[in-house]
């Protein structure tokens, strides 16, 4: 069946989601329209949904996803693909602050410059930022792993539980309790086949690996019976 | 001279021996003078044996104390310092035991946006208590018998357990700035969806959840490595301000189809703005959690030192719904150390929607009962003043992880116990709302209490009793 063109413009949201979730639920590919950076585009969609956003896209757009395959053409503003937990999004340009927050799993793609807090409280999934990745991204991260093709700003990987941070370029600091290592051949054949799928090979990047140095998984006394002393 | 304590000064009779001066019969030898008391207690209003305890501690560990429960702190006004003055001459009051009184709760019911309000039968309902705070057992206990007693649960900030979402009947559903486990799947589950900006037990701060009690179902659904002492964030990853949080709460209903209503959660610290701005920004229902809050674990100090009293903080909150024309459409949830339905009626009758009971509800699972004393006894306490909900090692099963002490929550004991004590929550409100002449309890208004305190007169608006008028400036 035909691709469904929706308009945004200044209609409402919720008519406007809800075009797409019956467009998708009648089976057919949705391209959007006149976009006009507008908020919480395309929340909630399920495995049946592909979506392309023809323009940018305000706060929240895939946010929550759970399967859909959502294209942005332009920019994503914040914290694009929010609690996604499964599904692939694609954002054409750049995208705001905390992308990809709070990651369950799926697939976020950014192909320019990721804003500050990118993958901040991520629990699972990949993030990749074929550029940057702003201040403070992967902060309190739990798992899964973020991937920036040209380094990070300040504090990268601050404060990680868990995860993994992938930086094929320079980060301007690192954040506090991280360790900065030398991945294994599998584990680079495994990003880099990652990568491939994304048609962004290339064996030439030197790559550093941030995890969690794990100090600060226990407060100063761990004793339990310190915790008595009340 | 008069300094001269050798000089008779004029007595008829000769100077008395020192001897018998210093009143020694019965005296200690040591200390002949003074504030008897001072010698078992002390008495200074600075060092009290806290104050040098506390300095110990702090000495000792080189950092802050952490501990369960709520405030230790004695300068909390209290619902203590209100009464309800029944109907007389001036208004009938109903009869007791014949006339019925409405009890009936519908959050989220402004017209023509929410299509499943939430109806409660009853005006309270469980706080948000997280498991991996509880124990499921606890967890499933508070969700049979709240549901018994047509109530509602909250999830807390741990994720969504299964065994209270099979328990409860109608389930808020936390989003917290940690975003534990929060996918599509679990907020369509939901009943209502609540977002946290601060908690009254400890506001401004994030959750505590120490090692002991992060066990291997905890640590899953936390996404969390196995035994870390977790500290949440405090601060929403996605949203900062009120125009944000707008835009959040649009979203959560894209998300749940406009079917739930959304929970906005403050800390009461300036309850007066934050409650305007919840409102503008969209919430269904606003709960205003006051600083005798519960929590499982919390750094000492800020449980004592932050957050204003849940009595000053309801009106405050009702006044700021009146002032931008929400009443009514928005709900006001209360929720701070309320411990039975005449702290819950008082509650209401100063302006409060609804009444959100944590500890109060854990004390009817089992909370300190005369019960496993060798257990108390290993913690240092006893039954009746245990506040040691942050080590895990709860004597009676509820703030835990371990399996075995996990085993003492009879889940269809403590639940019937749970729904009993709702219940009689209940009748309390009822008969005080009936002796007002309230066929309804959300009837109860501020004309029906008395202050007996300048102080609560102040903190509440409410009139003085007799002089009939409230404290003013």
């Not at chain 1, 370029?169 to 495994?190: I, M, N």
């Amino acid at each position: 069946m035909k691709d469904l063109t929706v308009t945004v413009g200044d209609r409402p949201i919720r008519q406007v989601n809800a075009e797409i979730r019956d467009a998708v639920a009648a089976g057919r590919d949705v391209t959007v329209t006149d976009t006009k950076s507008r908020h919480n585009l395309a929340i909630g969609m399920d495995a049946r949904a592909n979506i392309r956003f023809e323009g940018s896209v305000g706060y929240y757009c895939g946010g929550l996803n759970c399967g859909a395959r959502i294209q942005v053409e332009r920019n994503a503003g914040w914290a694009v693909g929010e609690a996604m937990s499964s599904g692939e999004i694609t954002v054409g340009g750049y995208a705001g602050m905390s992308a990809g927050t709070s990651m369950l799993g799926g697939l976020l793609h950014i192909k320019g410059n990721a804003g500050p807090r990118c993958g901040v409280a991520m629990k699972g999934g990949d993030i990749i930022v074929e550029g940057r990745i702003g201040y403070l991204s992967g902060f309190m991260a739990h798992a899964g792993r973020i991937i920036a093709l040209e380094g990070a700003g300040d504090a990268c990987a601050d404060s990680l539980w868990g995860g993994e941070v992938w930086l094929a370029g320079p980060a301007k600091s690192l954040g506090v309790d991280t360790r900065l290592t030398e991945p294994s051949a599998e584990q680079v054949q495994e990003v880099e086949a990652l990568l491939a799928e994304r048609g962004l090979a290339d064996s030439s990047r030197d790559w550093r690996k941030i995890v969690s140095a794990q100090r600060l998984w226990h407060f100063q006394s761990r004793d339990a019976k310190a915790w008595l002393m009340i | 001279m008069a300094d001269d304590l050798d000089e008779s000064g004029g007595f008829p009779f000769p100077m008395p021996s020192e001897e018998a001066v210093a009143m020694r019969d019965g005296s200690i030898e040591s200390h002949p003078v003074g504030v008897p008391e001072s010698y078992e207690e002390g008495k200074s209003t600075r060092w009290s044996a806290k104050a040098i305890a506390d300095v110990h501690a702090m000495s000792q560990l080189g950092r802050y104390q952490l501990r369960g429960f709520n405030t230790f702190s004695r300068s909390m006004p209290t619902f203590d310092d209100l009464v309800f003055v029944p109907a007389t001459m001036t208004r009938l009051p109903l009869e007791g035991y014949r006339e019925s009184c409405e009890t009936e709760t519908v959050l989220g019911d402004r017209p023509g946006l929410v299509s499943e309000p939430i109806r409660l039968a009853i005006p309270i309902y469980i706080a948000s208590m997280s498991f991996g705070a509880l124990s499921a057992n606890a967890k499933a206990a508070l969700g049979y018998g709240a549901s018994k007693a047509g109530t509602m649960t909250c999830t807390g900030e741990g994720g969504m357990l299964e065994d209270e979402r099979e328990a409860s009947k109608l389930l808020v559903y936390q989003i917290t700035p940690s975003r534990y486990m929060l996918d599509l799947e679990h907020l369509r589950k939901a009943d209502g969806i609540e977002i946290v900006t601060g908690q009254g037990a400890k506001p401004g701060t994030g959750g505590v959840l120490l090692g002991m009690k992060v066990s291997e179902r905890v640590a899953k659904m936390r996404s969390l490595p196995l035994g870390v002492d977790q500290r949440s964030t405090v601060r929403h990853p996605d949203f900062l301000g009120a125009d944000d949080l707008q835009v959040k709460i649009e979203e959560l209903r894209e998300a749940t189809g406009y079917r739930v209503p959304i929970f906005v959660k403050v800390g009461a610290t300036r309850p007066r703005y934050d409650v305007a701005i919840a409102a503008k920004a969209g919430a269904d229902v606003i709960v205003v959690d006051g600083a005798e809050g519960g929590t499982g674990a919390s750094p000492e100090i800020l449980l004592d030192h932050t957050g204003i009293p849940t009595i000053s903080a309801v009106r405050a909150a009702r006044e700021a719904l009146d002032e931008c024309g929400m009443s009514g459409e928005v709900k006001l949830v209360l929720a701070g150390g309320i411990r039975n339905g005449v702290d819950a009626a008082k509650a209401l009758a100063l302006g409060a929607d609804a009444i959100m009971i944590g500890t109060a509800a854990l004390i009817a699972l089992g909370c300190n009962s005369p019960r496993y004393f060798d257990s108390y006894a290993a913690l240092g306490t006893a039954p009746g003043r245990c506040h040691h909900c942050h080590t895990g090692m709860c004597p009676v099963g509820i703030t835990t992880q371990d399996p075995e002490l996990e085993k003492r929550v009879d889940v269809a004991a403590a639940a019937e116990r749970v729904a009993r004590f709702l219940t009689a929550m209940t009748m309390e409100i009822t008969l005080l709302a009936k002796s007002c002449g309230k066929s309804k309890v959300s009837n109860l208004e501020v004309e029906d209490l008395r202050a007996l305190s300048l102080e609560a007169s102040a903190f509440t608006g409410v009139s003085l009793a007799g002089i009939d008028r409230p404290y003013s400036w």
